[in-house]
């Protein structure tokens, strides 16, 4: 079944906020670079890289069904953080919105009886709820830590170890 109309136009708003997910998340490794921890800036970096990889799943959806992906623009990313705590609660306020739209696309998929893309947007519910769990335990982490620098240090060692 071809996929078109409102919902082909709704994925690739979709596309487009995945892959500014990605410059998001690239930000925020920078960030997290300026402030000398690599670990912490390596795993914003494996999300950035995340990100495009769900851009991906979308852009083969649309084109295995016949639509035609399309990227819109990407502002650079607005970011303003000076801590640790203020990057993960850019990160997790970011996954916040990306879920809400998940949610949107499920309810327009049900709305326009499009059965062929809800395998997809499940995956994707599902995967919104591990990513907003994970980043908000970071953020928990981060808020018992406060600012003690060997808290810190370790936290950073612990998420070099996340594998892109």
């Given at each position: 079944?071809e996929?078109?109309?409102?919902?082909?136009?709704?994925?690739?708003?979709?596309?487009?906020?995945?892959?500014?997910?990605?410059?998001?998340?690239?930000?925020?490794?920078?960030?997290?670079?300026?402030?000398?921890?690599?670990?912490?800036?390596?795993?914003?970096r494996?999300?950035?890289a995340e990100?495009v990889?769900?851009?991906?799943?979308f852009?083969?959806?649309m084109?295995?069904?016949g639509?035609?992906?399309?990227?819109?623009?990407?502002g650079?990313?607005?970011?303003?953080?000076l801590?640790?705590?203020?990057a993960?609660?850019?990160?997790?306020?970011?996954?916040?919105?990306?879920?809400?739209?998940?949610?949107?696309?499920?309810?327009l998929?049900?709305n326009e009886?499009?059965?062929d893309?809800?395998?997809?947007?499940n995956?994707?519910i599902?995967?919104?709820?591990?990513?907003?769990?994970?980043?908000?335990?970071?953020?928990?982490?981060?808020?018992?830590?406060?600012?003690?620098?060997?808290?810190?240090l370790?936290l950073?060692?612990?998420?070099?170890s996340?594998?892109?």
């Amino acid at each position: 079944m071809e996929l078109n109309g409102k919902l082909a136009d709704a994925f690739n708003d979709q596309i487009t906020l995945e892959l500014a997910a990605s410059t998001v998340y690239r930000q925020l490794a920078i960030e997290m670079d300026m402030l000398s921890l690599p670990g912490i800036a390596g795993w914003f970096r494996a999300q950035a890289a995340e990100e495009v990889e769900h851009a991906e799943k979308f852009i083969t959806h649309m084109s295995d069904r016949g639509a035609h992906p399309a990227i819109g623009a990407i502002g650079a990313p607005a970011l303003s953080v000076l801590t640790v705590e203020a990057a993960f609660e850019a990160s997790l306020a970011h996954e916040k919105k990306v879920s809400e739209s998940i949610r949107d696309l499920y309810r327009l998929a049900q709305n326009e009886g499009e059965i062929d893309s809800i395998p997809l947007l499940n995956w994707f519910i599902e995967e919104q709820v591990e990513e907003e769990a994970t980043v908000g335990e970071i953020l928990d982490r981060v808020k018992m830590i406060s600012n003690d620098g060997n808290g810190l240090l370790r936290l950073d060692s612990e998420l070099a170890s996340r594998q892109a």
